[in-house]
Nanobody, 124 residues
Framework: QVQLVESGGGLVQAGGSLRLSCAASRRTFSSGAMGWFRQTPGKEREFVAAIRWSGGTTYYADSVKGRFTISRDDAKNTVYLQMNSLKPEDTAVYYC?????????????????WGRGTQVTVSS
């Protein structure tokens, strides 16, 4: 019973930046995590970034390391994804997800709740 709402998507030129936000109706278990995944038509939903609630350990897909940063605001129960140096291949629907218990925060199967997604389009 966790509602997730993403926001911040849009259209940007290559090299530009966007910050996605994910507001949760309530915090998941302290042992859990919040993550960002993305999906394009005909492809599997792929891991982008994740952060553990306890300790704040972060994880990133190789394709976004050095460009994307995941962070959290405990007071607002919100997770952010700062995306810099965007590339056309970053174009996708980005989904926020919450895991009550995440042994492997990079795996889709670990997540229990999902937002509806927000479109990010990066033009050439």
């Amino acid at each position: 019973q966790v509602q997730l709402v993403e926001s911040g998507g849009g259209l940007v030129q290559a090299g530009g930046s966007l910050r996605l936000s994910c507001a949760a109706s309530r915090r998941t278990f302290s042992s859990g995590a919040m993550g960002w995944f993305r999906q394009t038509p005909g492809k599997e939903r792929e891991f982008v970034a994740a952060i553990r609630w306890s300790g704040g350990t972060t994880y990133y897909a190789d394709s976004v390391k050095g460009r994307f940063t995941i962070s959290r605001d405990d007071a607002k129960n919100t997770v952010y994804l700062q995306m810099n140096s965007l590339k056309p291949e970053d174009t996708a629907v980005y989904y926020c997800a919450a895991a009550r218990l995440a042994t492997w925060p990079t795996a889709r199967s670990e997540y229990d709740y999902w937002g509806r997604g927000t479109q990010v389009t990066v033009s050439s």
